[in-house]
Every structure is written in structure tokens, then in C-alpha cells.
T-cell receptor, first 114, second 112 residues
């Protein structure tokens, strides 16, 4: 398995534009997580899904953020409109339920909003 | 919800010395405590984890200890090497039930 795959790796966009980040979890993993990493706040959980259903989106900072998981192999995180303070590295991670709940991270998307 | 505090935020050690990073958690129901290593520009990767039914776990030069009564756990790295330089994150969760809550990370620098 290629692991968790995120795209794009880097995104530079102008303030006010829509940004869509994509994630393909590891096949067979039931859980998918979106984290945001900044120097000030560290790794923050934004939202997570179980079997494609959003379970907890309390970490989503504002209504400008939305996430979907239309099937077991794909998820998107959308920011509309984007703002400079959204600049961060966004990680997607997946895991299986059960005894070993290691979260496997993707390579991340470095978002810069200018 | 769970809150994880991690100290120190930065740590510099001489090559060959030991490094210790400490974390505390707030939710007594948490029972899974992994540690992740993140090298510059890369993804966090699991290096060791411990579950609440054990007090210590060791894997070569790294070890983790857990004190459930005090709600704290620590990462110990012995005989540090330059390639140990990275940011280390602790995390806590209720295994199989809640997502990982991470500490803010410790930037470890091993000086040759």
C-alpha cells in the first residue's frame, strides 16, 4: 500500500479564493482524520470520519471550512473563502479501529494564502 | 475533552546523552499513548506507543513510561544521535473510541 496520499503537496492561493485539499486513506482503514499544523497551535484535529460519516467537526474553525468523504477512498477539505490565517500544513491521517489505533499520516499539504 | 500538555518545547543535548520529554493528560479514561517523530518537512510517524495496562515499554534506545495515577507519561531516548533531531509529539486517546489529541511538540536537537 502506498500509504495515505494527499494532494496537492503545496498550494499558494490568493485571499478570497476557494481551496480544496484531497486525501486518499489507506485501503481498509475505517477512520479518517484531518489535522492542521501551525507553530503556535501544533497539531489540531479539525474533523474526523468513521466509515465515511463525519463524527466530530467541532475542531473546524469556521463555516468557511467544510469536509466531505463521499466514499471510503476519498476525502476533501475545502476552505471558501480562504484567508491568510489559514496558512498552515494540513495533514490527513487514517487508522483502523481495534487494539492498534496507530494513525498513519499523509505527507501533508502546505497551504499559503497571500 | 482531553487536553495534553508537553514539556519542554525545545531540548538540546550532546550526542550520546539522554533526552527525556514529559507529557500530562487530563482525561482519566484515556488508555492509549503514542509518540510520533516528525523530521523537518515530513509527516509525523509513530515511534513507540504504550497502553494503560503496562507501566513501561522499551524498543532499543527509546522507552516510554506511564503513570496512570498521576496522568503523565514520558519518552526517554538514550545514547542520542544526530538523526534523533526532530520534533516529537505525544498524544492520548481512548483506544478505538476517540481520535488522538496531541501535545504541542518538543523540538529535539542533538549536537554532535
Amino acid at each position: 500500500d502506498a500509504g495515505v496520499i494527499q494532494s496537492p503537496r503545496h498550494e499558494v492561493t490568493e485571499m478570497g479564493q476557494e481551496v480544496t485539499l484531497r486525501c486518499k486513506p489507506i485501503s481498509g482503514h475505517d477512520y479518517l482524520f484531518w489535522y492542521r499544523q501551525t507553530m503556535m497551535r501544533g497539531l489540531e484535529l479539525l474533523i474526523y470520519f468513521n466509515n465515511n460519516v463525519p463524527i466530530d467537526d467541532s475542531g473546524m474553525p469556521e463555516d468557511r471550512f467544510s469536509a466531505k468523504m463521499p466514499n471510503a477512498s476519498f476525502s476533501t477539505l475545502k476552505i471558501q473563502p480562504s484567508e491568510p490565517r489559514d496558512s498552515a500544513v494540513y495533514f490527513c491521517a487514517s487508522s483502523r479501529p481495534g487494539m492498534n489505533t496507530e494513525a498513519f499520516f499523509g505527507q501533508g499539504t502546505r497551504l499559503t494564502v497571500v | 475533552g482531553e487536553n495534553v500538555e508537553q514539556h519542554p518545547s525545545t531540548l538540546s543535548v550532546q550526542e550520546g546523552d539522554s533526552a527525556v520529554i514529559k507529557c500530562t493528560y487530563s482525561d482519566s479514561a484515556s488508555n492509549y499513548f503514542p509518540w510520533y517523530k516528525q523530521e523537518l518537512g515530513k509527516r509525523p510517524q509513530l515511534i513507540i506507543d504504550i497502553r494503560s495496562n503496562v507501566g513501561e515499554k522499551k524498543d532499543q534506545r527509546i522507552a516510554v513510561t506511564l503513570n496512570k495515577t498521576a496522568k503523565h507519561f514520558s519518552l526517554h531516548i538514550t545514547e542520542t544521535q544526530p538523526e534523533d533531531s526532530a520534533v516529537y509529539f505525544c498524544a492520548a486517546s481512548i483506544q478505538g473510541n476517540t481520535p488522538l489529541v496531541f501535545g504541542k511538540g518538543t523540538r529535539l536537537s542533538v549536537i554532535a
